[in-house]
């Protein structure tokens, strides 16, 4: 037994930034995992995999060189499972001996196991088949802390009425664990996840029908993002079903599986993928037993400081739900620590960028046209089109768009939305300058690097100027 001042459950994004900032306050952390590698789904089964798979193919599928050299060009014909997977363990492998040598040099002890909550400083860590000379299932570590953070992060719904068979219906940690490329493919849940798997897959030449039971995919997306979003993702070969219900999913065998929908209609396809959004991992943590209530879907509220109903107890990353991405996951880990420890700190939360690697990529910070609409402030537009802009002939995507949305008197920017290859590295620059409270005139007058897809801004902000309309055009 051992005497914390910190105690971390789950070292996926959250937890680690948690535990590393303690660390360099100087404080006595121990970081919890049940796996026997660190990371979180983040690493292991989420962000990470999906984004290398998604590099694999965007590389062997030759991509983004067809528009040059033709819609036949190949880097490697006949792609299989493992030319994806070879790529995803490689840089998941890499990543893990990062962030253990992190938690070694900034001395995190790391335990493996699964952490339940004793009382509200206690930690009982059962380490059923953890590393050699551990206690074995019944005979728990015991580890107390000052304050305790939890990080648990989620696991994929799995509702009982859902066939799985982790071969042919599967939930989407199933998909790199699958031994065959499907032939065809059902995705159900047009979220994040089913939209990025979805044209992942179909870039690789599989059929795809995605099934969202909204009128239209990603609603938080600016509308026009999301038509030319929808509008790609149809000519690489996905067929969204929107506003459909699924009724049924029935195995045929081990080949075919039909999902049949409210509307009559009944889909093939070799392999199902349910996507239908997350539930929080808190059951197995006792939580009644410190006066903490997750919600329905496993989640627990936090205050601003990220404290719990219990205040020394943290919550943290996903399981506290919204917006339930690495990149805040971090941030709210690092506060978490500041906070328990008295460092004085604060972050801008209304300027969340937000990347969905799709292909193409969309990205936005700010609001969109909708949500300025319904807020009663004006706004105008300016538009930049990859294919106007030399950077985006020279890397073959003439798809790509930037939108700037900007007040058209005070010129202020309100909102920046991306679609195209480097959208996501894109919208940082429309973030700063929004954090710095800029107009677009900034872009106007600035130079960018030439031929570089920064220009965008330049030449969006241009347009946008060049069509305000009386009295807010130029004077010249
Ligand atoms: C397919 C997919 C793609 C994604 N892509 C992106 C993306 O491109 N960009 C982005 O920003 N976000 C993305 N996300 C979201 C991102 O992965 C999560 O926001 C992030 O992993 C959350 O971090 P976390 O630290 O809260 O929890 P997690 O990463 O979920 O880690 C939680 C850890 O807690 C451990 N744990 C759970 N219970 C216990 C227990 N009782 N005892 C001990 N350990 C326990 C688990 O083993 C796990 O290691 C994606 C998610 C998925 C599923
Ligand atoms: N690039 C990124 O930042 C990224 C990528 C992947 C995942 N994530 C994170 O992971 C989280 C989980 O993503 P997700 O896609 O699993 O969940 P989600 O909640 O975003 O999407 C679930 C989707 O399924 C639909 N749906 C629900 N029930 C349905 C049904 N019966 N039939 C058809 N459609 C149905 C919902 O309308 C919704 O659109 C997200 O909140 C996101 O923050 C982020």
Redesign the pocket.
């Known amino acids: 037994m051992a005497h914390y001042d910190m105690l971390v459950i789950g070292s996926g994004p959250a937890g680690q930034k948690a535990a590393i900032q303690a660390a360099k306050l100087g404080k006595k952390v121990g970081l919890i995992d049940r796996r026997e590698v660190v990371g979180g789904v983040c690493l292991n089964t989420?962000?990470i995999p999906?984004k290398s798979l998604r590099e694999a193919v965007l590389f062997l599928s030759g991509f983004h060189q067809r528009g040059l050299y033709g819609q036949s060009y190949r880097v490697k014909h006949d792609i299989t499972m493992e030319d994806l997977t070879f790529r995803a363990n490689y840089v998941i492998k890499r990543e893990v001996e990062v962030i253990q040598n992190q938690m070694e040099r900034n001395r995190v002890d790391m335990i493996f196991g699964t952490a339940r909550f004793f009382d509200d400083h206690c930690l009982h860590i059962h380490q059923a088949g953890g590393p050699p000379g551990s206690p074995g299932p019944g005979d728990p570590l015991e580890h107390t802390a000052d304050f305790i953070v939890i990080a648990v992060g989620t696991k994929p719904a799995r509702p009982s009425h859902i066939p799985f068979d982790d071969q042919t219906v599967i939930d989407?940690d199933g998909l790199l664990t699958l031994k065959r490329l499907p032939k065809s493919l059902t995705i159900?849940?047009?979220?994040?996840?089913?939209t990025?798997y979805a044209s992942i897959l179909a870039a690789m030449g599989i059929h795809v029908v995605l099934?969202?039971?909204?009128p239209r995919l990603l609603e938080f997306v600016d509308a026009e993002i999301i038509e030319a979003l929808q509008y790609h993702m149809r000519s690489i070969g996905v067929w969204p079903r929107l506003n459909?219900?699924?009724v049924a999913i029935d195995k045929q065998d081990d080949e075919q599986v039909i999902v049949r929908l409210r509307s009559g209609k009944e889909i093939p396809a070799s392999t199902v993928i349910y996507?239908?959004?997350?539930m929080g991992a808190t059951d197995g943590l006792n939580l009644q037993s410190v006066g903490i209530t997750p919600d329905d879907r496993g989640r627990i509220k936090v205050n601003k400081y990220f404290q719990t109903e219990v205040p020394h107890i943290y919550a943290v990353g996903d399981i506290i739900g919204f917006?339930?991405?690495a990149s805040t996951s971090m941030q709210q880990g690092r506060l978490a620590s500041c906070h328990a420890f008295g460092l004085p700190s604060q972050v801008e939360t209304t300027l969340l960028p937000?990347?969905?690697?799709s292909i193409p990529e969309i990205s936005m910070v700010g609001r969109n046209e909708d949500e300025l609409t319904q807020a009663g402030i004006p706004y105008a537009v300016g538009i930049a089109r990859y294919r106007e802009i030399a950077r985006g002939q020279l890397i073959g995507d003439e798809t790509g768009m930037l939108k700037l949305l900007f007040h058209p008197k005070t010129r202020d920017l309100l909102g920046v939305h991306a679609i195209g290859e480097g959208a996501t590295e894109l919208i940082h620059i429309g973030q700063a300058v929004m954090a710095l409270k800029g107009t677009i005139e900034y872009f106007v007058d600035t130079v960018f690097n030439y031929p570089t897809l920064a220009e965008c801004y330049r030449v969006a902000a241009l347009d946008g100027m060049n069509r305000l309309p009386r009295p807010w055009a130029p004077r010249v």
């Open positions: 989420g962000t999906s989407t159900i849940g047009g979220g994040v996840i089913g990025e099934i969202e039971r909204r459909e219900e699924v996507s239908v959004g997350r917006p339930a991405l937000y990347g969905i690697y």
